[in-house]
């Protein structure tokens, strides 16, 4: 059974950093791309960031490019969000997603971004 678990989402001021960790379980991590998507209020569950099985290419969204970083420890089966220069517009649920055979989230973590 697949099982994933966001954790790392706090209140920060604009221009700070918080990093987003995701705990995954029931099935062969180092196998499959790893996904961080945010849903803001009242708007679509975005893509923010993806990395391959291995972690050779990662892929971000526009908006973030240039400050958020995905990584990955296959070894402990944890992808992670490193986030700086944080925004009031970063202000979101993030989660962390798997695609195997069909799409698996986890329960979400809180980043509210405002001073």
């Known amino acids: 059974q697949v099982h994933l678990v966001e954790s790392g989402g706090t209140l920060v001021q604009p221009g700070g950093s918080l990093r987003l960790s995701c705990a995954a379980s029931g099935f062969t991590f180092s196998a499959y791309a790893m996904r961080w998507y945010r849903q803001a209020p009242g708007k679509e569950r975005e893509l923010v960031a993806t990395?391959?099985?291995?972690?050779?290419?990662?892929n971000y969204a526009d908006s973030v490019k240039g400050r958020f970083t995905i990584s990955r420890d296959n070894r402990n089966n944890m992808v992670y969000l490193q986030m700086n220069g944080l925004k009031p517009e970063d202000t979101a649920v993030y989660y962390c997603s798997v695609h195997r055979a069909v799409r698996y989230w986890g329960q979400g973590t809180q980043v509210t971004v405002s001073s």
């Open positions: 990395i391959t099985s291995a972690g050779g290419s990662m």
